[in-house]
């Protein structure tokens, strides 16, 4: 009968690590599955040279205990979290991808499989995703999920891999064969485009993505350099990351000095001639993208006038008493503020933000764009008509939704829907049929498209971890044989000591600067800081 025994080691328990080799000692002497396997300790939480020695004193050569794989210490004494007598390996779970999706999948396996160890596997060297580099940095407040996820990181059966790359460092069949399920949870690293010619090659047109990864400092994106030397900037697309890049063009420079906006985005803004923001959409006040929430904030930034069009909001007020509570306060407040909008309209000494319905884009022109005036149809779809109208724009922002990508060729995506195909998190084998990939799935927004915050990204995750949970009760994943995990060879790993390095380091710096951190964008950078 074999014995698996997890014990985790808090750095507060080093002090009784002595107790660890009596336990061993004793398990030894009582012969309690001396023949049966390694007694494999992993204390990751100790320095490199202390970890050899204890390395040393715990690895038995000769076999004996069994794949004791984490330890928990308490100060008191030796804590068995777990005794489980089974005839299974330790099952092991890969998950691709550190943003929310991922680390709350890992919260939940952790939790509810006592035999499981979890693998995180991430392309940059730092982990979060768009926690990091998504979230505007005013919104501090949001971040704060990273606590939790900190907390997840550090449990002892989880190991962080960063600076690896699925589809160029690991084959997905590599992780297939090394682990008995592998989790999808790599997000959309792409936008999607408006499809106007000569939308790739004007030079004022940028993604809001790139924009957004420019001020928050992913990797690579320092070298965008918008040219915020024109008067206006026209922003397609209304929703939250629409209405994000809006207000970072419009706070004032000493707000937004106090956030982590990389310091070369901070000094761009800070030269910035920008004084009047479009935020265009293609349907009605009614169907507006942004939230409550979001509009306050754009009503409330100092030295910065709303400008409605009146014409837009015709017919709308005799509408709000049928509206849903939320629909109905977000379309209160927007006529409100437009009735208390100043007339003559242009603000003097300031900035304007003009939010502009019922547009959609036509035709890109130098510094100015053209937008066919839509009509709604009874299903509050948004149709062309033959009028338009002309928008100064020195800058294009295209802010129309992110878009997943292909990693690995072994996975079965869906371009068109920008989405691994899935059933319920399980992901779907190639051609017609409904057969699912057994151990293989998939959550987040490569799961369900980009669309949703933190909290949805968070009830999927969760959703997706139950399944895995399922399947693995229910035998539909094997985990009879043993599997090896991750073999990271000779690439340069950041594992979560390495981030946190990475983290003194740019709280260090922002600390200095009155910021809450400085980030690094540069990955050999952030690779020499982590010491790999
Ligand atoms: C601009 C913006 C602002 C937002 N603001 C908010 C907000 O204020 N509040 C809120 O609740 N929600 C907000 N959201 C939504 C929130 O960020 C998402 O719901 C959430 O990040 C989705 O999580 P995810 O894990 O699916 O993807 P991601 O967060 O994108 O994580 C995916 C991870 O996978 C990694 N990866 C990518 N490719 C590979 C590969 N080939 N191999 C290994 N790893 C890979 C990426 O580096 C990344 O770390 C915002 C989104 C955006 C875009």
Redesign the pocket.
């Known amino acids: 009968m074999l014995a698996a025994v997890n014990l985790n080691l808090a750095p507060s328990c080093w002090p009784v690590l002595p107790h660890v080799q009596n336990f061993a000692l004793a398990c030894e002497r009582s012969h309690l599955a001396l023949c049966f396997g390694l007694c494999h300790f992993s204390i990751t939480k100790l320095s490199p040279k202390t970890n050899m020695s204890f390395t040393r004193s715990f690895v038995y050569s000769r076999h004996k205990l069994l794949n004791i794989y984490s330890c928990n210490l308490s100060t008191s004494a030796i804590k068995y979290q777990n005794v489980q007598q089974s005839t299974a390996a330790v099952k092991r779970i890969c998950i691709?991808?550190?943003?929310?999706?991922?680390f709350y999948a890992a919260q939940y396996l952790l939790k509810q499989l006592s035999d499981c160890t979890v693998d995180i596997?991430?392309?940059?060297p730092v982990?979060?995703?768009?926690?990091r580099?998504?979230?505007?940095p005013d919104?501090p407040e949001?971040k704060n999920v990273i606590n939790t996820f900190t907390k997840t990181a550090e449990h002892p059966r989880l190991r962080f891999f960063g600076n690896?790359?699925?589809?160029?460092d690991v084959s997905l069949q590599e992780l297939r064969d090394r682990y008995h399920a592998v989790l999808l949870?790599?997000?959309?690293?792409q936008d999607r485009e408006l499809q106007l010619d000569n939308e790739r090659q004007a030079p004022h047109v940028i993604s809001?993505?790139k924009f957004?990864a420019w001020y928050n400092g992913l990797p690579g994106a320092e070298q965008l350099q918008p040219d915020l030397s024109g008067r206006d900037v026209t922003i397609v697309g209304q929703g939250?990351?629409a209405v994000?890049v809006a207000r970072m063009l419009l706070s004032p420079i000493d707000t937004l000095k106090l956030t982590d906006t990389t310091e070369y985005a901070l000094e761009a803004l800070a030269r910035s001639k920008v004084e009047r923001v479009h935020l265009v959409g293609r349907r009605g006040p009614l169907q507006a993208a942004f939230t409550i929430k979001e509009l306050r904030e754009m009503l409330k930034l100092p030295n910065v006038e709303t400008c409605w069009r009146a014409a837009d909001f015709t017919g709308i007020a005799e509408q709000v008493d049928k509206l849903q509570r939320p629909r109905r306060r977000l379309t209160e407040l927007m006529l409100k503020s437009l009735g208390e909008q100043r007339k003559p309209r242009a603000a003097a000494n300031g900035k304007q933000f003009l939010p502009i319905f019922l547009r959609a884009p036509k035709a890109i022109a130098a510094n100015e764009m053209e937008f066919s005036i839509t009509e709604l149809q009874e299903n509050e779809a948004a149709v062309a008509t033959e009028a338009s109208e002309r928008l100064p724009a020195d800058l294009i922002l295209r802010s129309i939704g992110?878009k997943s990508s292909c990693?690995?060729a072994g996975i079965n995506f869906d371009p068109k829907r920008g989405h691994v195909c899935n059933r319920q998190g399980r992901v779907l084998k190639p051609g017609e049929s409904d057969a699912v990939e057994p151990g293989l799935y998939v959550?987040?927004?490569?799961?369900t498209g980009?669309t949703?915050?933190?909290?949805?990204?968070m009830n999927g995750?969760f959703a997706v971890a139950k399944t895995i949970c399922d399947d693995i009760a229910n035998k539909a994943v094997d985990t009879a044989s043993a599997k090896p995990g991750f073999e990271p060879g000779s690439r340069r790993i950041v594992n979560w000591e390495g981030w946190r390095r990475i983290d003194q380091h740019e709280s260090e710096a922002g600390k200095a600067k009155g910021k809450p951190r400085e980030k690094i964008v540069s990955t050999e950078q952030m690779l020499r800081i982590a010491g790999v």
């Open positions: 691709v991808g550190a943003g929310p999706a991922g596997v991430e392309k940059l982990p979060f995703g768009l926690v580099f998504g979230v505007a919104h949001v690896v790359t699925l589809g160029e949870t790599y997000g959309a690293d809001a993505r957004v939250n990351v994000d992110y990693a690995d959550a987040g927004w490569l799961c980009p949703g915050v933190i909290l949805t990204t995750a």
